[in-house]
């Protein structure tokens, strides 16, 4: 073929290589051309790469909280019902402020008197050991009373000097945060929120300038709140120390979480005394009960969400049970 024809028409060799040679040149330029690999990292390429569509994720979105409740008189004319707290077998403990005394009611409906002869006592706490943490107003102390003691002892007595004049009180509401093992100790007289250590031996000051700082409570991530009686207000203290004042009360004075997050407070303000839930995702309140109040001030609930509220002036504590 091509060879052969070369060879039998000599005049066309050199014409023919001529023209091989031109060919391989050519092909050789072209691939010199071409860009070596680059080893550095080429740019994101956005524009080709279409935006992602994020689908939604399925949750369990069904509000389980309560809607209505049902309610009947848990205590009434044996004494004068203040603070709350459960004990470690569930049993309702109630303060009484002018008598000097921590009670018990019993599964039966009977009231066993814990300790007596106390000087004003109002906020309670029990701890996992079974020990009564208590507010002691007009000494303006806190007070350890351990399983099996005899009387109680004294942790730490708070700066705060109690008077007479408007919200100059000692100390009322507490809180245990079980985020940290300490408790919560407002100090009424000064305005000043303290953590302290379960014995009593560190005293560390979250916020100030509180003008009557009373009921408290931790909510589950850890935040506190405060209900500022005098300041019409319920304050919050994250973990950073920052403070914000969630305002629209009358006079506060207690304050405790429910398992769904939301908020109860104790309002004593005469034109309102109500118990009252904040969804403080939304912002929504309810008015849950408004009735029958004379000053309701000791606030708890428990796990089935039975609410418990305590009015000293009507010496009795009202259970409100979800219908």
Request: charged letters at 15%; glycine letters at 8%; a negative charge.
């Amino acid at each position: 073929m091509l060879l052969y024809r070369a060879s039998r028409f000599p005049i066309y060799r050199g014409t023919i290589c001529t023209i091989i040679s031109l060919c391989l040149i050519v092909l050789s330029s072209c691939v010199q051309s071409s860009p070596a690999p680059s080893s550095a990292t080429p740019p994101p390429a956005t524009a080709v790469i279409p935006p992602a569509t994020i689908m939604p994720t399925t949750t369990n979105t069904v509000n389980t909280t309560p809607q209505q409740y049902t309610s009947h008189v848990l205590l009434s004319g044996t004494a004068r019902p203040d603070d709350l707290t459960f004990d470690r077998q569930g049993h309702l403990l109630f303060s009484d402020f002018y008598s000097g005394k921590i009670s018990r009611i019993n599964a039966d409906g009977s009231v066993t008197v814990l300790l007596k002869g106390l000087a004003g006592p109002e906020g309670l706490v029990v701890l996992s050991d079974g020990t009564l943490i208590i507010a002691e107003q007009h000494t303006n102390s806190i007070l350890s009373f351990a399983p099996g003691a005899n009387s109680p002892t004294v942790l730490r007595r708070l700066p705060g000097i109690p008077s007479t004049e408007a919200c100059k009180d000692g100390v009322d509401g507490i809180a245990f945060d079980p985020t940290t093992q300490t408790l919560i100790v407002p100090d009424s007289p000064t305005g000043v929120v303290y953590r302290m250590s379960l014995d009593g031996g560190t005293l560390t000051p979250l916020a100030s300038g509180i003008v009557r700082p009373v009921g408290a409570a931790v909510d589950a991530q850890g935040s506190i709140y405060i209900a500022d009686e005098c300041g019409g207000a319920v304050w919050r203290i994250t973990h950073d120390g920052k403070t914000t004042r969630i305002g629209g009360f009358g006079k506060p004075d207690d304050v405790v979480f429910d398992q769904h997050g939301n908020m109860l407070v104790i309002d004593l303000e005469p034109s309102i005394h109500a118990l009252i839930r904040v969804n403080l995702k939304t912002g929504e309140r309810e008015t849950l009960a408004s009735r029958g109040f004379i000053e309701p001030q000791g606030l708890a609930i428990d796990t089935h969400d039975d609410i418990f509220v305590a009015d000293d002036y009507a010496d009795k504590i009202v259970e409100y049970t979800p219908a």
